[in-house]
C-alpha cells in the first residue's frame, strides 16, 4: 500500500538480494559434497578441452592405482557413453552423464547420476567433466578440487585464453608431455603463462602413454587423500530415497536375526544395487555404529559426527 | 552457452523473490557480473532478452554492472598489473582476488508491491 496517504496504490520497493545467481546450484553441490567427505571419497572434478587427454589419465590413473584404490566415475558428454565405456574397460566403474545440447554438468547433473554408480565404494572418485574450457569452471559439482588436464598440443597461450578455468584449477595436469620433442612448444612458455593466471600454480607433466609423471599424479592424488576430513559429514536427514531400500543381490555371509546392529565384516570390491556400501572399508567417514537397521529390510539412519 | 541456463536461474529467483512478497510487476534487477565470472556480459544480455518472453520479467530491466578483476598483494596490498604473474614479488606470497570479480551476483530486485 502507497505509505503516503494510504490510498491502495501499489509502491515500487528495492529489495536487496546480493546472492550468487548460482546459489541454487551451490546448495546442491554442498549436499554433494557433505555426502563425498562423509563417505571418506575423494571427489574430483576433472576438466579440460575436448581430447585434452582427460580419459586416457584416467586410465593410466587405474593402472597406477590398482590394487591400492577403489576408483570410480561419472563422466559428461554430449552424445555419447564412450568416455564411460572406456573407463569401464579401465576398471573404473562409470556412468555417462549425457547432457544434450549442455557445454557442462551442473551439481544436480551429478547427483542424480550418483545414484547410479556405487560411489560410497570407492576411495578416489572422478567427475569426467564435457570437453570445454568455458562453462564448468563455474558449477562447483561438490568436488574436494579442481583438475584442468592441458595437453602440450592445444598451445602455449591456451592459459590466457580462458583465464577463469585456469585460476579456478588446483591442479593443472600438462597431459602428452611425450610429444614435446615433436612440437614447436615450449614448456616453460605454458608454465609462466599459468603464473599470469592462476595465483598458486600446481602443474604436473605427465604423459599417459608412456606413464612418465604418473606417479607425481598419483602422490598428489594421496596428499589430496590425506587433506580429506575425518569425520563424517554434517548430520542431515536424508530426505531422498536413492540409498535406502537394501537389497543385496549377492550372496551374504552373515545373519542378522535380532535387528540388532551389526557391521559388515567383509569387503565390498564389486558394485552391487544398494549404493550404500555399509563398513565396506574402514576408511568410510561413518561406521557401523551410526547405521542400525532391523530385520525388515528398509531402514533409516542419520549422520551422526 | 550456459547464458541460458544462468537467464533461468535469475528469472526463478526473482519470480520466487516476488512471489514471496506479493509483487503484482517487477521493474528492474540489478546484477554484477566479474571480469572472472566466466560469463560474457553482452551474451548474458541477449540470453535474458530472449528468455525472460512469457515470465515475470518480461518488462523487466536488467541492469547490468561490470566488476573488473583486481589483483592485489594480500600483504603490502601492492597491485598487480594487468597480465604480470600472480604473485607479489616483494612479498613472495600469491595475489589476491578484490571480492566481485569472480562472481555473478544478483543485487537488488526493483519489485511492486501492494
Known sequence: MCTTCGCGDTSIVPVDVHEKILAGNDRVA????????????????????PGAGKTALLEATARAAKGRWRLGAVSGDLATDNDARR?????????AITTGQGCHLDAELVHNALHGVPWQATDVFFIENVGNLVCPAI??????????????TEGEDKPLKYPVMFKAADLVVLTKCDLVP?????????????????????????????????????????SRREKLPRTAGPGH????????????????????????????SHGHSHAHDHLHAPGAEDEHGHGEADHAHGTDGGHEHEHEP | ???????QSLVTRVEAEAAARKATAVHRVVVSIGELAGVDPELFQ?????????????HTVMELRRVPARWSCPRCGRGIPRGEVLACDACQIPARLAPGGDEMLLETIEMEVP
Open chain 2, 46 to 58: 541477449t540470453a535474458y532478452d530472449t528468455f525472460r518472453a512469457g515470465t515475470l520479467c518480461e
Open chain 1, 139 to 152: 558449477y562447483d559439482l561438490g568436488q574436494a578440487a579442481n583438475v584442468v588436464a592441458l595437453s602440450v
Open chain 1, 182 to 222: 615433436h612440437l614447436d612448444v615450449k614448456v616453460e612458455t605454458i608454465l609462466d603463462n599459468l603464473k599470469r593466471v592462476m595465483p598458486a600454480p600446481r602443474v604436473i607433466q605427465v604423459s599417459a602413454r608412456t606413464g612418465a609423471g604418473i606417479d607425481e599424479w598419483v602422490a598428489w592424488l594421496a
Open chain 1, 237 to 264: 536427514a536424508h530426505d531422498h530415497t536413492h540409498v535406502h531400500p537394501h537389497e543385496h543381490t549377492h550372496a551374504h555371509p552373515h545373519r542378522h536375526a535380532d535387528g540388532t546392529v551389526h557391521g559388515h
Open chain 2, 1 to 7: 552457452m550456459h547464458e541460458y541456463s544462468l537467464v
Open chain 1, 87 to 95: 573407463l569401464e574397460a579401465a576398471g573404473i566403474p562409470s556412468r
Open chain 1, 30 to 49: 554442498a549436499h554433494n559434497r557433505a555426502h563425498f567427505a562423509g563417505a571418506g571419497v575423494l571427489a574430483l572434478n576433472l576438466m579440460g578441452s
